[in-house]
């Protein structure tokens, strides 16, 4: 049993990952941190979770590095950047969560985060964990940079023909409908009940931070700077990410040859799933599920040439958070991919 | 007192027009009809009307036509084209929500609801309800063809700029997010609580009815033949359509140029409000209220040059249906144009 | 017109009385405190009241008595203990939404609220805001004690039969239900949205400081010391809240007998409607008005006698709040009862 | 591997019971039936099944029969009656999901059901699938019973203490609430999401089918008959329910000692916990969780002794319907108790 530990488990995705990995055949849950929560009992905090005996416990390095091998990061960015380096020191095993491993530029970090990223020579050695992109690169990897919840639903949408000549690579908006869990467990009045309810805004609108990450994943896969329109939604319900992606075409193709390139593409994969044509994918669908269903449609009305229209679902929490992590683990440790991760989606 | 009749009283857009007339200073309810419930109280089917005696009575149009003057038709398109035309002939005035008198093409209209148009020479009679485009032609309009919700949220919000020639007309795209109500009252599993919660999903991706609507009018603003992609989405709450329209520029121009287009456009409106700089529309806040909310963003990130990204907000069964119908009725009988409409949405 | 002002205006219930009193036909609000939003425009705050240009201002009693001659009180409680007392001795009326002026004893007050009451000499002055009951003291009064949201559901659905000599006055017992709203607009990680939303629970079971009160307006009006089971539960909607009231019968009795008590009791109010037989209240057909609806069942197959069942709902912000603050001053001031209450709710 | 079949897979507690079977380590399933899907892929179906390349296929029991050892069956009551008895002819073991053998009189049967029970020799070969009840009984049983969703809760809740002479039998109240699959997936008005959505409602109040079966199981229980006051509740939540139960105390007794009965009664059971002390359960955390979640409160202020409170959660679909029909196909079968059944729930 590889033995993992949780640095930040009383968030979302802290606690979505310890409910993967509590029944994880192949690996053993031996520590979760929370500095607010420390000394007591998970089983009394986290209702759902009484078959465990773990106490939360401190952020205190030197003595988790005794206790685990693999160490995922569900801490706050910033915080992440000094721990990642102190556990990669120490030779262990490290999955973050956090975006401080994710742009592969110090620069880049820096414009968008607004704080210098202090161990800039480790970016390199970070492997961005996006399973469908990176498998190899992950196999071998001592950090992973677990993807953003919005980059995995857009860059699986788009990676397929991201690469063709015949799309205008100058043209790609994301429109992105998040439920609410995306906004983290912290008390603040614009996540509360009935400020959510019965409501949708979009927000962080030219300026949310993943849009960086996605041009960097989008223009590393195709070799060419690509810039994109992202605008995220807030959408009253826990769980789940619908990504609706415009890109126009430069040429004529028929819908029939890109749903080939995209059933191509993702053949071989667990956890992505090309609808047939004309069926629509809801984040209903994928809940409490590691996969993400795509499905493509192709318009003609607008002017000058064909427009793509992309949906991609998500669980935000599972594929576009901890599912991912679990999954890289798979990969890392030369684990079934699957393991921990076959349970579908219950509806309703 | 103008007496008005609702025909087709028993939907979502009808009660609301119900609940909205039966205060309404200068109106008086004298029929509602529904076959289904034809013979009950209405007091006794929506419980939250108990200050009214009215029955539901049948869609008999020789009695009703000696009941009231002015008519609000919420029945389903089709059997509006006849519905209308009777009363027309007889003299009344009309208020139609269906889609029936919207296009102004027959050919159009067949092409995308699959009946003929049987009385097409009327098509030129109805007048467009749109308070904010067509004030002057409804003053003296018989039949008005009240907009529909997409077309409402997606017209006020691109209006301001479709005639400017720093905008690229073959660029534009609507995606629009809306609440359950807009699916009508009868039952069917689509919209079933448990399908619909927790859940988003986007449908009929390139073939929603309402894009020749949104076409027709942005075309007729500009003297250009506009073609759009409209793209509506469904998410689990009861009202509200938020529209997020994007519009690439074809010259640099500023954020606060454009923001005083908009403000100049609607300075007398009294039902439309443009957001300060950097502020988000939300559903919520015009939920209960015949509020359209707009806020405008420029992207510098896309590929050559920008794009305008506007945010419009409604509440679907007022502004998108019953609100503007009763503000049309307003305007025709020279009315105050808000009377009957002041009230500001709750929160939450 | 009145001069009103609100104190503590950035809650639920605030902005609730703000929206009630900014369209009320005999008052006029001449200011509005917050000392988190000091300084900002309402209408920025609070994007649906874009009709005025009042702003935020700071609790300064001196300068707000000169502006207003009654005055809302939507401070927590504790704080309004001392303000009532200034604004008394000022020769000002109040309405106090918090709790402080509604339990006649200052040591019951002290028992469930863990302080004492500084100012109990005035506790005879206030009088205790619920019209159905106490219409007469209320028209009188310079202090009223707003009533609580759940004691104004369970006193209305049992004031009409707590007097009878045919019910077990022993045996009550008040299951309620609650939207979140009643929680308040303060950040808390219970009432995040993804902490309510898709689940229910009951909370402070035997502990809620609405039990005294709701006692001791039942003994008042029965002139017996009755205690009762008041057990309160969260359920993920924005409003409303649906007591079902369980009392035991010591004598056989009709339905028709208890439903002609019903109607007698409510005969001339104008916001307590009883429902025909068999019909069943939903909070969804009083959200956004101020009604009280009420239903009544007759059970008999529990041993020993008859359990009539009650079912009470209101909207907790209007009926259950900001809505009786409103006819409490039409009350005091003479004005028509429905003033600036008007409203139906609309559905959905 | 067991081989299983699902007759009636279209509705809600048919796909659970279909995502449980699917990877279920000691079943197979053969055969799911829908008359209205028949022939239909069923992950073209339910986009979430996508691992399967199962059928629907129409009911006929000669070929069925041929294909699966244990049949589930999800079917409307009355057309139960007839297949259980049928493939209990045919030597096939049968857990039904109906109510058609849950109740042991063919008289209370058709009194609440309104239609006589044409088998009702076969009654007494049923087992009430209780299996904290009746686990020895279900071991070797032919006909399975799956109890009903609201009793589930209820008996639970109640069974511990029922037997002890110091609760009055004639007091117990059952105020339970529900979310909406409860009412299954078949369009109706009532259950439409805008009409579900932000409201709360009773339903069936003292006419409800599950009143018969809870005061059926509590009888036999305690040997003595029992009669209960059950209330029903729609709540807007996709699953859950919680039952507040009432039962006034004849005795003193003390809450540590009511405590250890319920610890010692459930010691062994896999999945019921007892909460700790003042710990409050919510539906939500027993969501997609084969959990019952109990906790315990002592009331003092009625009048005339004491009152017990005691909440009690399941999810409805899992503990409520499939994952307890899962747990009597383990105990039927010799599986671990636990098969198929391990996941927590997650959260949010």
């Known amino acids: 049993m590889l033995k993992v530990a949780i640095l930040g488990g009383s968030g979302y995705t802290g606690s979505e990952l310890l409910r993967l990995l509590l029944t994880h055949p192949n690996a053993e849950v031996t520590a979760v941190t929370s500095e607010r929560l420390s000394g007591l009992l998970i089983s009394d905090t986290f209702l759902h979770f009484r078959n465990t005996s773990l106490k939360f416990e401190s952020l205190d ?12 990061l569900c801490l706050p960015h910033k915080t992440s950047q000094e721990t990642v380096a102190f556990l990669y020191n120490a030779g262990k095993k490290v999955i973050d969560l956090s975006a401080d491993y994710r742009l592969k530029s110090a620069e880049v970090y820096k414009e968008w985060y607004k704080i210098p990223h202090l161990y800039s020579p480790l970016l390199k050695k970070a492997v961005y964990g996006l399973p469908e992109i990176y498998r190899k690169k992950i196999k071998n990897a001592s950090i ?4 953003g919840c919005y980059p995995t639903s857009a860059i699986l949408g788009i990676a397929p023909i991201i690469g ?3 799309i205008n690579t100058n043209s790609i ?3 992105s409908k998040s439920g609410t869990s995306g906004a983290g467990r912290s008390p603040a009045q614009p996540f509360m009940f009935c400020e959510v309810n019965e409501s949708v805004k979009a927000y962080a609108v030219t300026a949310h931070r993943h849009t960086p990450e996605i041009e960097q994943e989008l223009s590393s896969i195709s070799k060419k700077r690509i810039n994109i329109i992202f605008t995220p939604h807030l959408i009253p319900m826990d769980r789940g990410i619908l990504s609706t992606i415009y890109v126009r075409l430069k040429k004529k193709i028929s819908l029939s040859d890109i749903h080939k390139l995209y059933h191509v593409f993702y053949r071989n994969e667990p956890f992505v799933r090309v609808l047939k044509n004309g069926m629509y994918p809801s984040t209903k669908v994928v809940k409490g599920s590691n ?4 499905s493509v449609f192709l318009d003609k009305r607008s002017g000058k040439g064909q427009t793509l229209i992309i949906l991609s679902v998500i669980d935000n929490l599972l594929k576009g958070a901890s599912g991912t992590a679990v999954h890289n683990m798979n990969i890392m440790h030369g684990f079934d991919e699957t393991a921990g991760l076959v349970s579908s989606s219950a509806s309703p």
Chains 1, 2, 3, 4 share one sequence.
């Open 61 to 72: 390095l030197k003595t988790l590095t005794k206790k685990a091998d693999l160490f995922f």
């Open 144 to 147: 992973i940079a677990n993807p």
């Open 164 to 166: 063709e000549n015949f």
């Open 173 to 175: 908006i994301v429109d």
């Open 291 to 294: 996969y993400c269903d795509i």
